[in-house]
């Protein structure tokens, strides 16, 4: 984790953030700027920077990060879909360097 990072801060509770998942490897939370009803955001725990920097070593993380994200959006979005959105690097507008998926869902954003 980095000291400087906002989403390791709220994985190690120094921010609070409204969880709405947590376990050892990662947390999810409501987006405090959401652009939909509901706009969820997982992150691992684990400080990667974005896409661009993963390696083989994250194979597992990973997969446990696309099991979770479906877990979690049969939780919290409507039946009919989701929207699952990652920015990767500053061209992208990743606004936090820490890597994260948007899971969003309501019955406009779908349309």
Do not use: W
Request: hydrophobic share 45%; charged share 20%.
């Amino acid at each position: 984790m980095q000291n400087n990072c906002l989403f390791c801060n709220i994985a190690k509770g120094i921010i609070n953030s409204e969880k709405v998942y947590e376990d050892d490897e990662f947390i999810a939370f409501n987006d405090i700027k959401p652009i939909a009803k509901i706009h969820i955001l997982l992150i691992p725990k684990k400080h990667i920077i974005s896409m661009q920097y993963i390696d083989d070593s994250d194979t597992e993380l990973l997969g446990k990060m696309m099991i979770l994200i479906s877990k979690i959006a049969k939780l919290h979005c409507n039946i009919n879909g989701f929207r699952l959105i990652n920015n990767s690097g500053f061209i992208a507008k990743q606004e936090i360097m820490h890597l994260h998926f948007h899971i969003i869902s309501d019955s406009n954003i779908l349309k």
